[in-house]
């Protein structure tokens, strides 16, 4: 079974900017969908950013041009560039995989069926 690791969370101020990384163990990234989801205390789990097997890109519209999610083959990771943080984007992050070949990828929960623990996001002043 495929196993996720998320890392690279923490607090950073409006404006600042970090990078998530999902490293699988177990399979090889490079054949699945991988995509990261968020929630935030309250609200509901909802889809950020995916990326196909052939490296198409989708992303939540609240997220366009701030985020950008990539993936390594050969150091089995895919990573969460998050630029311009808002207090809005504050969550739990979470990378999850699939087989499933989608084109465009998806970003609700379902057909997503290997998942990190997650890490935790803080953007406060």
């Known amino acids: 079974q495929l196993r996720l690791v998320e890392s690279g969370g923490g607090a950073v101020q409006p404006g600042g900017s970090l990078r998530l990384s999902c490293v699988g163990s177990?399979?090889?990234?490079?054949?699945?969908?991988i995509a990261w989801f968020r929630q935030a205390p309250g609200k509901e789990r909802e889809g950020v950013a995916c990326i196909s097997l052939g490296d198409d890109t989708n992303y939540a519209d609240s997220v366009k041009g701030r985020f950008t999610i990539s993936r390594e083959n050969a150091k089995n990771t895919a990573y969460l560039q998050m630029n311009s943080l808002k207090p809005e984007d504050t969550g739990v992050y979470s990378c999850?995989?699939?087989?499933?070949?989608?084109?465009?990828?998806?970003?609700?929960?379902?057909?997503?069926?290997?998942w990190g623990q997650g890490t935790q996001v803080t953007v406060s002043s």
């Open positions: 999850s995989a699939t087989t499933a070949v989608l084109n465009p990828c998806k970003l609700i929960r379902f057909p997503y069926n290997d």
């Open positions: 177990g399979f090889g990234l490079d054949y699945y969908t």
